[in-house]
């Protein structure tokens, strides 16, 4: 593969897909607002860092040329998350479409993945409503990348539940329902979304991963 474009590499889940992706052997494009202020990124072997609004189609389809694959998991909290998303997977469909690259993984967020029951996590009883809004946007930035025309194959990963901040990571993952106990760590997170990457199975859809202890063999 001739490398993987991340947007949002700055970021705790960008730094864990980054590492992933170099720990496999990809080049990778890390696509941040300020270079400047991430000299561990620009330090990486096999890693280039590079300026990007994840919201521009033209500077998306600059940034991608060339490469196989890309990640969004960048977020703007200085914009409405129902203006920020939707923008982002419009100009993503639109940038990596003229760019010619062929897959898609989107970090996406709990919140508006359904439950077993068939509810979004978001309407359960006792589920933190002070972050509706940007959960909301999250799910309209979902919305635009279904609606998108000419967009490459894409899938949105989301945790289960949420991110464990603290764990160790348990070296594998399993795809489950939302559930509001789930947890996963950013690198468990990453292995999920690398191996879609490397080995698409799943198309046009978003999906939860938990983290698990991976079989003996």
């Known amino acids: 593969m001739s490398g993987i474009v991340v ?3 700055g970021g705790r889940a960008g730094r864990a897909v980054v590492a992933e992706a170099r720990a496999r052997g990809h080049e990778v494009t890390a696509v941040v ?7 561990a990124l620009a ?15 033209g500077r998306v389809a600059e ?8 990640v969004h998991t960048a977020a703007d909290l200085g914009v409405p998350a129902d203006v920020f998303f939707p923008a982002a997977a419009r100009a993503l469909a639109s940038g990596l479409g003229r760019a010619g690259v062929g897959r898609l993984v989107v970090v996406g967020l709990a919140a508006v993945l359904p439950t077993e029951a068939g509810a979004l996590l978001l309407d359960t009883p006792g589920y933190p409503q002070e972050y509706r809004a940007f959960c909301l946007g999250h799910g309209a930035g ?4 279904r609606r998108a025309e000419g967009a490459p194959d894409w899938l949105v990963l989301s945790p289960a539940g949420d991110f464990d901040h603290t764990g160790q990571p348990a070296g594998g993952y399993r795809f489950a329902t939302a559930d509001a106990g789930s947890r996963i760590t950013y690198p468990d ?29």
């Not at 690398?194 to 991976?214: C, F, K, N, Q, S």
């Open 7 to 9: 947007f949002g590499a």
């Open 33 to 39: 607002r300020d270079p400047a202020r991430h000299p």
């Open 43 to 57: 330090a990486e072997r096999g890693v280039r860092v590079a300026a990007g609004d994840v919201t521009d189609a």
């Open 63 to 70: 940034l991608a040329a060339g490469h196989d694959a890309a």
């Open 142 to 145: 979902n919305e635009a990348l």
């Open 189 to 217: 997170l990453a292995l999920a979304l690398l191996d879609e990457i490397d080995a698409p199975r799943h198309h046009h859809v978003h999906l939860g991963v938990a983290g698990t202890t991976p079989p003996t063999p």
